[in-house]
């Protein structure tokens, strides 16, 4: 086997360039400003700024509206990931199944993953709106009452659905993957053994899936907290009522609406904290429980 040489140490850190100047662009140079301004209290044209050390995250943590909308996220962040990683797992299995046409529906079930979250959200406002969507106007003939623009819980249901289905691709992916992976002769071992269909997923399939799902589990909280802006934006914009207002949601909105830089800059920096935090508690207690 032909082995090929870098002489120097040049060459590495010069194919390494791009990305670390991408990233320190794009990641921490965004990043250290809003620990800057978390601690400045500016006028909202940004003509004059204050020191006023950690007030504005105090502020933050007091406010029982940003309480609230903490406990909202938490419970819509479960919820997009426990909802996209079942819906994914269940299609891969599907998928991985020798059918005719296996590899039409693989990649027609990819393609959402490429839907832009404004777009998506367009696709289920023609869904579920009350007057012109599809399923709204079905449930509202049938006598059932729907209109998630006046109804906190609808509304909250449908930008839970439409994130969910828009990670269910992602997901899909690496499932599949990992379905193709598992060597046959182990399940072969197991159908001989005695095990059925549903015995063999449970007790040789998903463990073997386990670093899979433990990866797609941290990934998809993360896209719960800060991807799914775009969709939140365009079906609901946070109502009714706040209704749908999660954490980054609403940083965007004493940021951009209030004009409020100080307060939007400390929501960030703690919404990207508690991140952190859930992602080291679980790397250190659910990674334990992962068969590699």
């Known amino acids: 086997m032909r082995r090929t040489y870098f002489r120097g140490v040049g060459l590495p850190y010069l194919l390494l360039a791009p990305q670390l100047l991408v990233t320190a662009l794009f990641f921490f140079w965004p990043a250290g400003q809003a620990v800057y301004q978390s601690f400045l209290r500016e006028d909202a044209f940004g003509l004059s700024s204050q020191f006023v050390g950690f007030e504005n995250f105090i502020d933050v943590l007091g406010d029982a509206d940003w309480r609230a909308a903490a406990a909202r996220t938490a419970v819509f962040s479960l919820s997009v990931a426990a909802l996209a990683l079942s819906a994914a797992l269940f299609l891969a299995v599907q998928a991985d199944k020798h059918i005719r046409g296996a590899g039409a529906y693989r990649t027609l079930l990819i393609w959402p993953y490429a839907v832009a979250p404004a777009i998506a959200a367009v696709l289920w406002l023609f ?146 904290i508690l991140v952190i935090a859930l992602t080291v508690v679980q790397f250190r207690f659910v990674e334990k429980k992962v068969h590699y």
């Not at 003939?141 to 994130?163: C, E, F, H, R, T």
């Not at 691709?169 to 197991?190: C, D, M, R, T």
């Open 127 to 272: 869904m579920v709106h009350p007057d012109i969507g599809l399923f709204g106007r079905a449930l509202n003939a049938l006598g059932v009452p729907w209109d998630y623009k006046l109804n906190g819980n609808q509304a909250l249901l449908v930008v839970i659905l439409a994130s969910a289905w828009k990670q269910v691709s992602y997901n899909f992916i690496f499932f599949l993957a990992g379905l193709q992976g598992i060597p046959k002769p182990v399940l072969e071992a197991a159908a001989i053994d005695g095990a059925g269909p549903v015995r063999r997923f449970w007790t040789v399939v998903f463990p073997l899936l386990s670093p899979t799902a433990f990866f797609l589990l941290v990934v998809n909280l993360v896209y719960a907290c800060f991807d799914t802006f775009g969709v939140i934006h365009a079906l609901t914009q946070g109502g009714p009522g706040k209704s749908t207002e999660t954490l980054i949601y609403r940083a965007y909105t004493d940021g951009v609406s209030n004009l409020n830089l100080g307060s939007s800059a400390a929501q960030s920096v703690i919404l990207m």
